[in-house]
């Protein structure tokens, strides 16, 4: 499977984008999905994830309440809308799938990635 994320930019604290993932190769509704994103100088962090088709969602606590994550299992996208920006959340971001129909937090559980977006967040 391949994955084409986009939808990065420079946004001010306090602003918002959506991040977009399109998935190809295979059935997109057979795996859950999930964002995860890497900081300058850190090491990649989980963010959100998305179950394979029933929406079950979970989220680091970090975004709690500030970031979606939603699918289009048509379309064959999942999404990420970030509000309530921090300088905080800047960082590459990644959509990545899993083989599991369950939403995982796990890195490990992953085994497509896409190149990632960045995003920045200014003060």
């Known amino acids: 499977v391949q994955l084409q994320a986009s939808g990065g930019g420079l946004v001010q604290a306090g602003g918002s984008l959506r991040l977009s993932c399109a998935a190809s190769?295979?059935?997109?509704?057979?795996?859950?999905m999930g964002w995860f994103r890497q900081a300058p100088g850190k090491e990649r962090e989980f963010v959100a994830t998305?179950?394979?088709?029933?929406?079950?969602?979970y989220y680091a606590d970090s975004v709690k309440g500030r970031f979606t994550i939603s699918r289009d299992n048509v379309e064959n996208t999942v999404y990420l809308s970030m509000n309530s920006l921090k300088p905080g959340d800047t960082a590459v971001y990644y959509c990545?799938?899993?083989?599991?129909?369950?939403?995982?937090?796990?890195?490990?559980?992953?085994?497509?990635w896409g190149q990632g977006t960045l995003v920045t967040v200014s003060s």
């Open positions: 998305i179950s394979r088709s029933v929406g079950t969602t």
């Open positions: 190769g295979r059935t997109f509704s057979s795996y859950a």
């Open positions: 990545a799938a899993t083989l599991s129909s369950y939403a995982s937090t796990r890195m490990t559980d992953y085994v497509y």
